[in-house]
């Protein structure tokens, strides 16, 4: 090399920054960097990027935990769950149906789902039994401690209850919502803001339990969680 090369070669590049602060390395690969991009991304916002998780053979949509992380584009993964909807129970005389659910349409819906005796009653504050709890059509009206129920609250017990006879009548194709699942739902959302899923610790709120409890009766055309209904 000449005196002239020598001269016009770049010397040493000082970092400002320090070591520290040195550029990463071209041969740094694409999986570490995707790695540490990952790692800086709220978990929460991945909930609706996952596809509907099954659980033992139950269809995703047909457990709370499953329903909540299901993808918003993707409703065709929903399943029937095999519930029966309000209109079925409630369209049919107490003793008109065989199975386990033709008796529990009388069982008092304070009874089923764990609330003082009386708490919840019909328009002549009588027993409000799951055949009433279920029933529309000039049967509407439901009275907690003798002031009528939010229309919110009224599809809560009807949705509820028709969820609580289709899981004793075996309806249900899998073995979820489990009817403890049921009860749980039904009286959080009815004694507070939300239900918490055991499982995932996500938060429904009365419109998202009234979703998941609809969705899971009559087919797939309840499935439908696109208008805030989750609360994180």
Same mark, same amino acid.
């Given at each position: &090399? ?5 001269n !016009?070669a ?15 390395s071209?041969? &740094? ?9 990952l790692? /800086?991304v709220?978990?929460?916002m ?6 509907l ?5 139950t269809p995703?949509?047909c457990?709370?935990s499953?329903?909540?992380?299901g993808?918003?584009s993707?409703h065709?993964?929903?399943?029937d ?5 309000p ?5 049919h ?10 008796a529990?349409?009388?069982v008092d819906f ?6 003082a005796?009386s708490?919840?009653?019909?328009s ?8 009433y709890a279920? /029933? ?10 003798f002031?009528e129920?939010?229309d ?12 609580? &006879?289709?899981?004793?009548?075996n309806?249900y ?5 489990t009817?403890?699942e049921?009860?749980?739902m ?6 507070g803001?939300?239900y ?9 709120t009365?419109?998202?339990?009234i979703a ?8 797939? !055309?309840?499935?439908?969680k696109?208008s805030?209904?989750?609360?994180f």
């Amino acid at each position: &090399m000449t005196e002239h090369e020598r001269n !016009q070669a770049p010397g040493p590049h000082h970092d400002a920054n320090g070591p520290d602060h040195a550029a990463p390395s071209r041969g &740094m690969s694409r999986r570490r960097f995707g790695q540490a991009a990952l790692g /800086s991304v709220p978990v929460l916002m991945t909930l609706y990027s996952n596809p509907l998780r099954a659980s033992s053979g139950t269809p995703g949509n047909c457990h709370p935990s499953g329903w909540v992380s299901g993808n918003t584009s993707q409703h065709g993964e929903a399943e029937d769950c095999g519930g029966e909807s309000p209109g079925h129970w409630g369209n049919h005389s107490p003793q008109g149906q065989g199975g386990g659910a033709g008796a529990a349409k009388s069982v008092d819906f304070n009874r089923a789902f764990g609330f003082a005796d009386s708490e919840f009653t019909n328009s002549e504050g009588e027993s409000l039994d799951l055949n009433y709890a279920t /029933s529309g059509r000039g049967k509407d009206i439901v009275e907690r401690n003798f002031v009528e129920v939010t229309d919110k609250e009224r599809k809560v017990i009807r949705f509820g209850s028709a969820a609580y &006879m289709s899981r004793i009548d075996n309806k249900y194709t899998s073995d979820r919502p489990t009817r403890e699942e049921i009860i749980d739902m039904v009286k959080a959302v009815l004694d507070g803001d939300y239900y918490q899923i055991p499982s995932t610790g996500d938060e429904l709120t009365i419109d998202g339990v009234i979703a998941f409890l609809k969705n899971t009766q009559s087919g797939k !055309q309840g499935f439908n969680k696109d208008s805030g209904l989750v609360n994180f």
